[in-house]
């Protein structure tokens, strides 16, 4: 990759210009070349799997006029549908209109398409929605040590389950949650927006997702993943709205999203100290690419805090950052136990950051005070490369655990533009050992050591789940 030539501050300005177009012209391309189109009612898209069988939300009662409740026509509906799964599946079609609705359950063989004119709007009555018990990998709600509120979208113990559209919406309207959050009146943890547990084969794509109270995307405890193709918008100044959160998953595939969040726009995880160790079910087999993230305040992808049960295999590329705290942080303390490890970055593009390279290993949120301090975390064998970066603040803040430095760190082919009032140590290392090549400006001592010929690593076979081919499905919704 050849990287450029150093700008003028002339051109600095007419970059960041252009790029704000282009990421524009991106988002607008990637919606017209990834979305379904309508003809005559009759509509395509793609898909893990198709469905025989087809209903209309209002077929069971739904009205929407943005006023109704629909949780018992969601409730009802998908109650129904789920008995045509021996027989095809079946797929519920939300029609354009404004549904209010609670927390509803998905169920296997089965697809909910949100048309490009409707927007579910999730019910700020929090009678409807139901509370479920904390996740087994964590201990306690993130919100508060009791449960937790389901999910607007939820589902357990699933087999090919689809959520798309043709880039309707869901509108969490998060508001009410964030000022309980705000005044500290949560007795237990906010809803997120789609939650997906125990399950395999699963598509969540070609939608817009606004304003969770919380975490937008988290499948849990599940494999064979697909998640392409969605926006997800949140104030940025709204807390821990993570756009997508892949926990405790295996071979799972995460392309072609743009994200505005509060907080991280990707985080990875695997559970919450002493609670993750002992479930025990890593992230692993993960691919991540062509993101787009803006996030003043958290990173663009973030592996941990909570990765006790394990993470590693993962790939990502081609990440596009704007104003964002970090490109991909590392997050992990004592009494994490656990591992991040084999982990491939290339090709960013990074406009206006505090940090491009920042781990740490002192994020001292616990879930409780039974967590064992000499459950040390291993942090190891992370790569990245082919980095260009302007408007930076400082290039790397790396500090790994004494006692346990984080080891095999490999950064290659790196530009980095400093901003107009950048820090004066670009490089902070501490319990860090590692290599680098082409690297400017010149990085720390701990990592001067040559890396090998030809850069640091990116693996070049593909992931099983990368091999996935979507398949044409077909529906008729009635004119509105």
């Not at 820090?423 to 400006?441: M, R, Y």
Request: with cysteine.
């Amino acid at each position: 990759m050849d990287l450029p030539r150093k700008p003028t501050k002339t051109n600095v300005t007419a970059m960041r210009i252009s790029t704000v177009i282009v990421l524009a012209l991106m988002s607008l391309a990637t919606v017209g070349a990834m979305n379904p189109h309508l003809s005559s009612n009759s509509l395509t898209f793609q898909a893990i799997s198709c469905r025989k069988h087809s209903a209309l939300l209002t077929e069971f009662g739904g009205v929407g006029d943005g006023v109704t409740s629909n949780t018992h026509a969601f409730r009802k509906a998908i109650e129904h549908l789920s008995t045509l799964a021996e027989d095809g599946g079946a797929q519920l079609v939300v029609p354009p209109g404004k549904w209010l609705t609670g927390s509803f359950n998905l169920t296997s063989h089965f697809t909910l398409f949100i048309d490009k004119e409707a927007k579910l709007l999730a019910s700020q009555n929090e009678s409807e929605w139901p509370l479920v018990e904390v996740l087994p990998s964590y201990g306690r709600g993130r919100d508060a040590p009791g449960g937790r509120y389901s999910s607007l979208i939820f589902g357990t113990n699933l087999t090919d389950v689809v959520i798309t559209g043709n880039n309707g919406t869901i509108d969490g309207q998060g508001s009410y949650w964030w000022e309980k959050f705000h005044e500290e009146e949560l007795k237990v943890t906010r809803p997120y927006m789609i939650e997906i547990m125990y399950s395999d084969q699963i598509q969540i794509s070609d939608l817009t997702l606004i304003n969770s109270p919380s975490w937008f995307v988290h499948p849990i405890y599940s494999r064979d993943v697909i998640i392409q193709g969605l926006t997800i918008l949140a104030p940025v100044t709204e807390p821990n709205t993570d756009g997508i959160n892949p926990d405790s998953c295996s071979n799972t595939r995460i392309e072609d999203c743009y994200i505005v969040s509060g907080d991280d726009c990707i985080a990875i995880k695997s559970g919450w100290d002493q609670y993750g160790i002992k479930f025990g079910m890593p992230t692993e087999d993960l691919i991540i690419r062509r993101l787009t993230c803006i996030s003043p305040d958290s990173a663009g992808i973030a592996l941990g805090s909570e990765m006790s049960g394990g993470i590693r295999n993962v790939r990502i590329e081609n990440v596009t950052a704007i104003n964002t705290q970090a490109a991909v942080r590392i997050k992990t303390a004592r009494g994490r136990g656990g591992f991040v490890k084999d982990i491939f970055v290339r090709r960013m593009f990074l406009s206006t950051m505090k940090y491009v390279f920042w781990m740490t290993g002192d994020y001292k949120a616990h879930a409780d005070d039974k967590f064992d301090p000499l459950a040390l975390p291993m942090i190891k064998n992370i790569n990245y490369r082919d980095v260009v970066a302007e408007n930076v603040n400082m290039s790397a803040n790396l500090a790994g655990i004494s006692g346990d430095p984080f080891t095999d760190i490999c950064i290659s082919n790196v530009k980095i533009e400093l901003s107009a009032t950048p820090k004066k140590l670009q490089w902070n290392c501490t319990n860090i050992e590692g290599f680098s090549s082409d690297v400017d400006p010149p990085p720390c001592a701990p990592l001067a050591k040559a890396a090998k010929s030809g850069g640091c690593d990116f693996p070049e076979d593909q992931l099983p789940i990368e091999k996935v081919q979507l398949k044409s499905c077909s529906l008729e919704i009635p004119a509105f």
